[in-house]
């Protein structure tokens, strides 16, 4: 009870516990001096319904309000356009994904019909992906690449999450085609900016697109489904290397909301099992890795495996677990393409190098792709990054 009372008061701001003192005030003189029962307890319970509200809505310093400007655009547009369109960057992660279904939470509550569009590669969230596919309430809502850009119009509008680089988006047709485009990302603006969006928010403070889209939900006081909880907190955890990284009291806050909310932790986990073929290619590649320079590690990721973008961003993350490295860079090549992942303690900025060769990112997590170079190429290149980076903070 002590523990209780401590932690609600511990949230209030200072006009909230002025209040709850003068309410107690209130109370005491009342009952003293108060000479009927009914005005007495009749004043008491619009105290206390006027001390619920206040402290739900406005005294309560919860951390994962946003700024009302984005929240309001957002809403604003949701309800003046008339069907919403929900997109996500080019190979779906938990992040982009789980970002779309809160926005779509977000729709439904406002009433208004959106789809969440699909591109061709869906492989890193299909278990994600497949749960809300069985689950009838969601029939019509998702759809391809193809549908999506033959039936938006100018009435429809797009939300873009979790990118905002026009190489990575799914569709530009679909931006293209449409009355008007929202971006929503927490990634550092990077080299290529996305031209025909109406409204860009950047929010590089929160540790995901999860993160930003959970603390929209929460300040229109929309609480997603459980399933769509459950995507939020997959994609934060992904973001946060399972709450390892940038995971400051809001992260966690967030991820308290998204349980209320119904979200299970132990199944999101379960979202992230591997297969076989990628855990050989991940491992290869943590044994293959070399020490470059001032914790730098290097390594390449050699599988045949059409995700082999997946093994490669595992094998980064896997790589900072061990002593003395502050940042990895595994690259891998698939279908011509060189990728690239880079992943930091947060010591070494990975963004800043990886922008040096036009990749992008954040402080700890970055990547970059690279078409008919061969990987050597490519290895020199990061390395003469990594170079310039070290003289430059040095
Ligand atoms: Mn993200």
Redesign the pocket.
Known sequence: MKCTFKYLFGELKIAGRIFIFVMALFIIISSVFMPSIIIFALISALFAAAAAFLILNVLSSKKYSVEPEMTKEIVKSIKHFKCVYLMGHKRA?F??FGACAGLYALCRALGKESHIIMGADIFAVKDIYDKFAVNKEYDGVFVTTAQAEKNINSQCLVILC?THAASLVESSVVIEKSGKTIVLD??KESGCPLEGAEKVFIKTYFS??CELVSAILCSCMVNPSPLEAEALLA?MMV?TRNFGMNSGEHVFSTAAYLCRCGADSVAARMLFKSTMALERAKANAVESSKMYKKGVIFSLCESNHKNVYLACARAADELLDIKGVEASVVMCRYAGTVYVSARSNGRIDVEVILKKVGGGGHITMAGAQFENKDIQTVEALLKKAVDEYLTEVN
């Open positions: 992660d992040d982009s979790d927490h990634h995901s697109s994609g973001d």
